[in-house]
């Protein structure tokens, strides 16, 4: 029978993949698939996926490390080989409650005008440990209403929470490809949701590991992963400018201080050869007077 739902594991990290697995494939809904794609791993993932004997496990093997510089390439060649109506993407390291599919297809059946279908996020650390939550948001919200509250920071997301309807996502071309993926899960989950909205349940059925070896985590390339944000939010504003949003005033200031944040946390963590590159080239990082004043001040305050 076709899966209606797939959950896509994009595979690299060994540590936790056996538990990541294992939460695919004890859903209360039966109907999935669970769709390993190993991104040329120097860990055996293939014995890992081989220990669970499922024949509801496909298992590929991408044939170059798609993911190292562009983890957007590998996530839309899980969508290419997905055989299910709707699509999940679970990180190597995060998990899902038993009733994480069950609860978004019934969003899905009450909502069917929606793409986007999310579940409530907890955050634990590398033992397990809960650490942090997401804040709830509403059933259903315009992709104007969830920008709005992202940058005013009443929004979190991760990659991980998040059903979509496959077809949707593949005629919109596929997740926005972004250096090392900053800001491409923002990015596309705002595309995606532009026809229909966004439908969300309080239920906290995705857990985010925060285990300190995540992509977020890494400051390794930060300056391609500036110059990847700075085009997150050149993006992020042409929608909002193409989609004459209502409250585009209101949205725009938020965006501008979300980018100034991102340079100057950047350039506080910088060593000294990389500071002097993003002075030297302010158009490039998009370093203004105010940023830098702002930069001087937050330098101060940790004195």
């Not at 990015?187 to 532009?194: E, N, Y």
């Not at 991102?262 to 998009?286: Q, S, T, Y």
């Amino acid at each position: 029978m076709q899966p209606l739902v797939t959950i896509a594991i994009p595979a690299y990290k060994a540590t936790y993949l056996c538990e990541s697995i294992a939460a695919a494939l004890t859903q209360t809904y039966q109907n999935i698939e669970v769709l390993v794609v190993n991104d040329c791993s120097p860990a055996d993932i293939a014995s890992i996926v081989k220990a669970f004997n499922d024949p509801r496990i496909r298992y590929f093997v991408n044939k170059e490390n798609l993911g190292a510089k562009d983890p957007t390439a590998n996530w839309n060649e899980c969508l290419r080989l997905a055989e299910g109506e709707f699509f999940c993407l679970l990180c190597d390291d995060d998990l899902y409650a038993p009733t994480f599919v069950e609860e978004l297809v019934g969003l899905s059946e009450r909502h069917p005008q929606c793409n986007v279908f999310r579940s409530g996020v907890r955050v634990v650390d590398a033992k397990g440990t809960e650490t942090d939550s997401f804040p709830a948001s509403p059933e259903w919200e315009t992709v104007e209403d969830y920008m709005w509250h992202i940058y005013r920071g009443l929004r979190r997301q991760t990659i991980s929470e998040f059903m979509l309807r496959r077809s949707a996502v593949l005629q919109l071309g596929g997740y926005v490809a972004l250096p090392y993926a900053w800001g491409s899960d923002y990015l596309s989950t705002f595309k995606f949701g532009l026809s229909g909205g966004i439908a969300s349940t309080g239920l906290r059925l995705t857990t985010f590991r925060d285990s300190g070896a995540n992509l977020s985590s890494d400051n390794d390339n930060m300056d391609d992963k500036l110059l990847a944000f700075k085009e997150y939010i050149r993006q992020t504003k042409e929608i909002i400018k193409d989609e004459k949003f209502e409250r585009a005033d209101d949205i725009l200031p938020y965006i501008d201080r979300h980018y100034d944040n991102a340079v100057i946390d950047h350039m506080l963590e910088a060593d000294a050869e990389a500071f002097f590159r993003i002075i030297a080239n302010p158009k490039l990082f998009g370093v203004t007077t105010r940023i830098f004043f702002k930069y001087l001040y937050r330098k101060l305050k940790r004195r």
